[in-house]
């Protein structure tokens, strides 16, 4: 048995109604990921008009169970937008980025830009239940995300893990935790729980190419071994990670191109991390 209580919030103010104001804020900035908490619960209850005319009595949870109750509800239009560019600011902080003074400059970083093409990336989010297609075009700090005959318009920086957005001109914060399966993102109405969906491009057969297109384990990237944007055939050697006093090479599976790796040479990463993009040739094997 444990004590399922995990933070003690107390506000103060000098009247009722300023220090539920108070309450309802603090209420709203919790980020809890990976257990079930009644945040919802409490700020439903905070926030209703009853309780804030302090109309109370021991019936009241019950007397008032559709205010208090209330799920909000799900909003993918407005939600997967953000997931998709948090997804994107996440590959850049975490594996991109260098030093340049520019931060739109495409030698920035090994992202989906290619020399008089469109800098699109193509991306499967699994958010509500459901997975989605998503396709982010980038135009320096613009991001033009089109999902499900929709257009949205947002630009965005991730600093650590806080997410500053601008949706076609309406300015919104966020917060981006890593979870053991994806990432959530919580907003000023809620959480938004999510993960991409990487496509299965096969394996070949030859040594090496059961490696996969994923860290092994925790472990340096020591030489990524390819260009972006260059043509490989199966079982060539992308790049060489190191991890356990040992050196991993990361061969391609199948015959293919190299769009993009998430990381640079030096960078630490995490065993399962998805270490570069790679499009399987058309007819190739699988």
């Known amino acids: 048995y444990y004590d399922p209580m995990i933070a003690k919030l107390i506000v103060w103010d000098e009247s009722r109604e300023r220090a539920l104001q108070r309450l309802a804020t603090a209420l709203a900035a919790y980020r809890i990921g990976g257990t079930v908490t009644n945040l919802d619960f409490l700020y439903n209850l905070a926030t209703c008009q009853p309780f804030r005319d302090a109309e109370l009595d021991t019936g009241f949870i019950e007397k008032h169970a559709e205010l208090i109750f209330h799920q909000r509800p799900q909003?993918?239009?407005?939600?997967?937008?953000?997931?998709?560019?948090?997804?994107?600011?996440?590959?850049q902080q975490g594996g991109t980025a260098n030093s340049w003074a520019d931060p739109w400059s495409p030698w920035q970083g090994g992202s989906a830009w290619r020399l008089n093409e469109p800098h699109v990336h193509h991306l499967t989010i699994h958010c509500?239940?459901?997975?989605?297609?998503?396709?982010?075009?980038?135009?320096?700090?613009?991001?033009?995300?089109?999902?499900?005959?929709?257009?949205?318009?947002?630009?965005?920086?991730?600093?650590?893990?806080?997410?500053?957005?601008?949706?076609?001109?309406?300015?919104?914060?966020?917060?981006?935790?890593?979870?053991?399966?994806?990432?959530?993102?919580?907003?000023?109405?809620?959480?938004?729980?999510?993960?991409?969906?990487?496509?299965?491009?096969?394996?070949?057969d030859g040594a090496g190419a059961n490696a996969g297109l994923?860290?092994?384990?925790?472990?340096?990237?020591?030489?990524?071994?390819?260009?972006?944007g260059s043509?490989?055939?199966?079982?060539?050697?992308?790049?060489?990670?190191?991890?356990?006093?040992?050196?991993?090479?990361?061969r391609a599976p199948v015959a293919g191109t190299v769009n993009a790796f998430y990381y640079r040479s030096g960078d630490l990463v995490d065993g399962?991390?998805?270490?570069?993009d790679f499009t399987a040739a058309a007819g190739g094997d699988e």
Not at 215 to 228: E, S
Not at 231 to 250: G, R, S, Y
């Open 272 to 276: 399962g991390a998805e270490l570069l």
């Open 75 to 91: 909003d993918m239009a407005q939600e997967l937008p953000l997931a998709a560019l948090a997804l994107l600011l996440h590959r």
């Open 231 to 250: 043509t490989v055939e199966a079982n060539t050697p992308l790049l060489v990670m190191e991890a356990m006093k040992m050196e991993h090479t990361i």
């Open 128 to 204: 509500h239940q459901q997975d989605h297609a998503v396709e982010v075009e980038q135009q320096g700090p613009l991001y033009i995300v089109r999902f499900a005959g929709r257009t949205v318009q947002l630009r965005g920086e991730l600093l650590g893990d806080s997410l500053q957005l601008d949706v076609e001109g309406h300015r919104q914060r966020g917060t981006l935790a890593r979870t053991r399966d994806g990432f959530t993102l919580y907003l000023p109405w809620g959480a938004c729980h999510f993960r991409e969906v990487l496509p299965d491009i096969g394996e070949a």
């Open 214 to 228: 994923r860290a092994p384990m925790n472990g340096t990237i020591v030489a990524l071994l390819a260009a972006v």
